[in-house]
């Protein structure tokens, strides 16, 4: 939604860094809403609902690329996953979290894009030929 203030955007969580997170840890952070994990594996994420972003379960929804599954060991990265999210499914919403374990430049943009912080980046990169 261009124009939205600051103070109208999703939460931003940053968990600490560790190699496995499980889905409990994740919904553990907010009570409500939808929970967008980016940039890092969910221990049970191939066991969720596969998208053209990453994998759904619930309010839980893992954008990354870092899952043991083929399609993810191809070359792609989170923030072009968070690109195909904003692009068909819009950005997160007000009662939504945004939840990184880390703040690489993956995590950094993916999270921004998601939360609508990059608008210009997302229309510029899904454009481009």
């Given at each position: 939604?261009?124009?939205?203030?600051?103070?109208?955007?999703?939460?931003?969580?940053?968990?600490?860094?560790?190699?496995?997170?499980?889905?409990?840890?994740?919904?553990?952070?907010?009570?409500s809403g939808r929970l967008?994990?980016?940039?890092?594996?969910?221990?049970?994420?191939?066991?969720?609902?596969?998208?053209?972003?990453?994998?759904?379960?619930?309010?839980?929804v893992n954008i990354d690329?870092?899952?043991?599954?083929?399609?993810?060991?191809?070359?792609?990265?989170?923030?072009?996953?968070?690109?195909?999210?904003?692009?068909?499914?819009?950005?997160?919403?007000?009662?939504?979290?945004?939840?990184?374990?880390?703040?690489?430049?993956?995590?950094?943009?993916?999270?921004?894009?998601?939360?609508?912080?990059?608008?210009?980046?997302?229309?510029?990169?899904?454009?481009?030929?």
């Open positions: 939604m261009p124009g939205r203030q600051a103070s109208m955007k999703s939460r931003l969580h940053l968990l600490p860094l560790t190699n496995v997170v499980k889905g409990s840890e994740v919904l553990a952070v907010a009570d967008f994990a980016c940039d890092f594996a969910i221990n049970e994420a191939q066991d969720f609902t596969e998208k053209p972003w990453g994998y759904e379960c619930g309010r839980l690329h870092h899952a043991s599954t083929p399609r993810m060991r191809s070359r792609i990265s989170s923030t072009n996953l968070a690109l195909i999210y904003t692009t068909k499914q819009g950005i997160a919403g007000l009662d939504d979290t945004i939840v990184i374990n880390h703040t690489d430049c993956d995590s950094v943009l993916s999270s921004a894009i998601m939360r609508g912080d990059l608008p210009s980046l997302s229309t510029a990169a899904v454009n481009s030929p």
